[in-house]
């Protein structure tokens, strides 16, 4: 099965600069990636994700980058702000299967 | 529209107890997925369900845990005989079809005294 592995676990950066988050992924089949973010005694919610025929995907200050040879997709947050720190999950997933999560990045931003 | 809905939102029994966990999927959505979350951990795989398809138990710890969803939409997560390693968020979710954007729900808190 799908194994997806994700690094940091811990990140602390100062207010406006930007954080990278990297997960890589073992299964070629799979073709959908989310990103979560979850804050401390909330669900988890989606604020990016990307399909495999695309590389790269990007909504104001978050981005997505797939890199499917190597399996491997990344988070970009640029400009932090203190309303971002967060833990934050990677998934993979294809059609017809459950979704292997990542385990999660405590993302900090000083202020 | 209406988001996923779980209940009861905590739930404290003493050990042994058996305990029902109900999630209310958003309408219209063919896959349903539970979860477990202890504190300050990841999301834990427990069951996957997709439309009529048999589900997917890959998850399930222990056969203490089982799960049914009914009609294609609500779905109940038991937990027979629980014990205090049981105490954990238990958190469900949707999504309109597989690999497609999943919704969650706000959990059930549930603690094994």
């Known amino acids: 099965g799908e194994n997806v592995e994700q690094h940091p676990s811990t990140l602390s950066v100062q207010e406006g600069d930007s954080a990278v988050i990297k997960c890589t992924y073992s299964d070629s089949a799979s073709n959908y990636f989310p990103w979560y973010k979850q804050e401390l005694g909330k669900r988890p919610q989606l604020i990016i994700d990307?399909?495999?025929?695309?590389g790269e995907k990007k909504d104001q200050r978050i981005a997505v980058t797939l890199n499917k040879t190597a399996k491997h997709f990344s988070l970009h947050i640029t400009e932090t702000q203190p309303e971002d720190s967060a833990v934050y999950f990677c998934a993979a997933s294809e059609a017809g299967n459950q979704f292997y999560f990542g385990t999660g990045t405590s993302l900090t931003v000083i202020p | 529209g209406a988001g996923v809905s779980q209940s009861p939102s905590n739930k404290v029994t003493e050990k042994g107890k058996d305990v029902e966990l109900r999630c209310d999927p958003i309408s219209g959505h063919t896959a349903l997925y539970w979860y477990r979350q202890s504190l300050g951990q990841g999301l834990e795989f427990l069951i996957y369900f997709q439309g009529n398809s048999a589900p997917d138990k890959s998850g399930l710890p222990s056969d203490r845990f089982s799960a049914e969803r009914t009609g294609g939409s609500v779905s109940t997560l038991t937990i027979q005989r629980t014990q205090q390693e049981d105490s954990a968020v238990y958190l469900c979710?949707?999504?309109?079809?597989?690999?497609?954007?999943?919704?969650f729900g706000p959990g059930t808190r549930l603690t094994v005294l």
């Open positions: 979710a949707s999504s309109f079809s597989s690999a497609d954007t999943q919704y």
């Open positions: 990307i399909r495999s025929n695309v």
